[in-house]
């Protein structure tokens, strides 16, 4: 069962955006689960660093600082390598649930250039005394 919501639907917030996402991985990560000791590990790899995507996000929402929301964008940022980093190598794994992986791999990639982008933006008012 694939839902569609990440492929065709994308909210602008990006903290909404997070959490689709990581129901998109936890959906997906049930399918890779059910096909094998090896592939249960890589999905639950693949759990926790989609998941920790959306989680950081909600955490810099609310940082203490600039330093601190910064840091939370960035461990974002990490996370979102790494479930892509997940997804391509179950993709690459199992060639079957290549077609189900690349829509969450492409937007795994959306995020690592959102998150580059708000992270360099974030450091450039930090450097220059702005308001993030």
């Not at 959490?19 to 249960?40: H, K, P």
């Not at 790899?45 to 939370?72: M, Y």
Request: aromatic share 8%; hydrophobic share 45%; glycine share 6%.
């Amino acid at each position: 069962m694939q839902s569609q919501v990440a492929v065709t639907q994308k909210p602008y917030d990006f903290r909404e955006r997070s959490f689709l996402f990581a129901c998109e991985v936890v959906a997906f990560a049930r399918i890779v689960a059910d096909r094998g000791y090896i592939l249960a590990r890589l999905a639950s790899q693949l759990v926790k660093a989609g998941g920790s995507v959306g989680a950081n996000l909600e955490e810099s929402a609310s940082g203490q600082s600039r330093p601190d929301f910064i840091s939370k964008q960035c461990i974002a940022l990490k996370e979102s390598r790494e479930a892509r980093f997940w997804l391509r190598l179950i993709a690459a794994s199992e060639p079957p649930l290549a077609p189900r992986a690349q829509p969450l791999i492409v937007e795994a990639s959306e995020f690592v250039a959102m998150l580059t982008t708000s992270v360099k933006t974030a450091r450039s008012k930090e450097k220059r005394g702005g308001v993030v």
